[in-house]
């Protein structure tokens, strides 16, 4: 009955639009009023002060991947809770002493840093990366434990405390002074509530007779699932410094002016990926590592209808957003902002890109085929560098580095994509050879027993 039930299954299907919903319904609320409070925010702060954000920012979310060395995506793998408990246990582990290693990093070597990103503005700001990096990194581990238990209004709740706590900080200290120093600090006291409220809101999950918890089990749990950090890892390193590689490389080539410009603009162009894209992907995971113990062509359907229907919004939503966003941007963030608006629409060709990938990314670590992505995250990264020197060497404007690290950047995600698709090809034909395989030994059983 459960076969007949999952064949006809699609993306469509109820249960899957209530997840996504419910994982939106948080995420649409804190970015909707990040966008409304955007305008009030590029008033009290000017291109400068967003551009010394945006440095730090970048900074924060290159280090954030490996944290956890990836070990916290395994924790929706594990049949029973009491494994996934464990698997939780070491992600935690793992994200506390890599923060301790940073703050000594950060004590011992802080001018090397500055002199290293050429920002002298970041001394101030340094000392607050280790907590920034608390607060994401305990959100993520706890974020996969909730969505192994599909606790999907509990991410929205948190995500909703954590923005809203960052938008009010800012907003309020905004009113005293317009230092870069009072966006970081509100981006701080964001992801330390968001964190920890999360983790809060999880503890009656382990709760129970069946919950048992042994120290001695951590190894067996870090060794099982250790081409997490080994090979994950790496493609997380690949995708951070592809993410956030391109605002830094601006930052120094055009002063931080040009690289607030950009955070605005990537700021609304990540607005789609945020509330719909995002969600998608957390969703995604799950049903698909649920839907592959039934039925595998279930997943292809799966994939595929998921990429139709977000190349579909995509198209609509960036094709629009190109066309308005230059006459919009300066009434709606002050006429500072213009050229903000410009940039949205060179852009745009990149999280056009993003958009249709991210989502269907899960498929590297639900099919467990995690160096696959590893070389797709490293293909990516190399165009990317290659847009830069090309940039960098051939390139005066910013406009025209913008619309060449876009360009290069979307042929990036093409290739993520196809990394994508080709896991579930590899799979397909290792479960070939297998059925062959088995049923070349029950004939050979057969002929025996004859």
Request: hydrophobic share 50%; glycine share 6%; aromatic share 14%.
């Amino acid at each position: 009955m459960k076969n007949k039930l999952l064949r006809s299954w699609k993306i469509t299907d109820s249960d899957f639009i209530k997840s996504v919903a419910v994982l939106m319904s948080g995420t649409i609320l804190s970015q909707i009023t990040l966008v409304l409070v955007t305008p009030l925010l590029t008033r009290m702060y000017g291109p400068e002060q967003f551009g010394v954000f945006a440095v730090y920012t970048s900074i924060l979310f290159t280090i954030s991947v490996i944290t956890s060395l990836h070990y916290e995506t395994a924790i929706p793998l594990p049949k029973k809770d009491n494994d996934a408990v464990h698997v939780l246990v070491v992600a935690l582990l793992i994200l506390c002493g890599n923060v301790l290693v940073l703050s000594l990093i950060i004590i011992s070597f802080r001018s090397h840093i500055v002199h290293l990103f050429q920002f002298r503005e970041l001394t101030l700001y340094l000392s607050f990366l280790p907590v920034s990096i608390l607060g994401l990194g305990t959100f993520q581990v706890f974020q996969l434990w909730a969505l192994r238990k599909e606790a999907y209004p509990r991410i929205a709740q948190s995500k909703v405390k954590m923005n809203l706590s960052q938008i009010c900080s800012q907003l309020s200290l905004g009113i005293f002074s317009n230092t870069a120093g009072f966006l970081i600090a509100g981006e701080v006291l964001g992801r330390i509530i968001g964190g920890f409220s999360l983790a809060f809101s999880s503890r009656k999950d382990f709760k129970g007779k069946r919950m048992k918890f042994r120290w001695e089990k951590l190894k067996v749990t870090a060794i099982r699932y250790k081409h997490f950090p080994l090979i994950s890892s790496w493609s997380s390193v690949f995708a951070g410094f592809s993410a956030h590689l391109p605002i830094l490389f601006i930052a120094s080539s055009f002063g931080v002016k040009v690289a607030g410009w950009y955070l605005v603009a990537t700021r609304v162009l990540a607005l789609p990926d945020a509330l719909l894209g995002y969600s998608v992907k957390q969703v995604y995971l799950a049903k698909s590592a649920k839907i592959l113990h039934i039925s595998f062509s279930d997943f292809v359907k799966l994939f595929w209808n998921t990429v139709t229907k977000l190349f579909l919004i995509a198209l609509v939503i960036f094709v629009s957003l190109a066309i308005v966003s230059p006459i919009v941007f300066p009434f709606i963030f002050g006429d500072a902002w213009g050229e903000a608006g410009k940039f949205v629409q060179y852009l745009s060709i990149l999280y056009f890109f993003q958009l249709i990938v991210g989502p269907i990314s899960p498929n590297f670590y639900v099919l467990e085929l995690l160096h696959i992505q590893v070389f797709a995250e490293a293909f990516r990264l190399i165009i990317l560098v290659l847009g830069i020197v090309c940039a960098y060497f051939f390139l005066t404007e910013p406009w025209q580095v913008i619309l060449t690290l876009s360009v290069f950047g979307a042929i990036g995600f093409i290739m993520l994509g196809i990394g994508s698709w080709y896991t579930m090809y590899l799979k397909l034909k290792s479960t070939r050879k297998a059925n062959i395989f088995i049923s070349t030994i029950d004939n050979d059983k057969s002929r025996r027993s004859i």
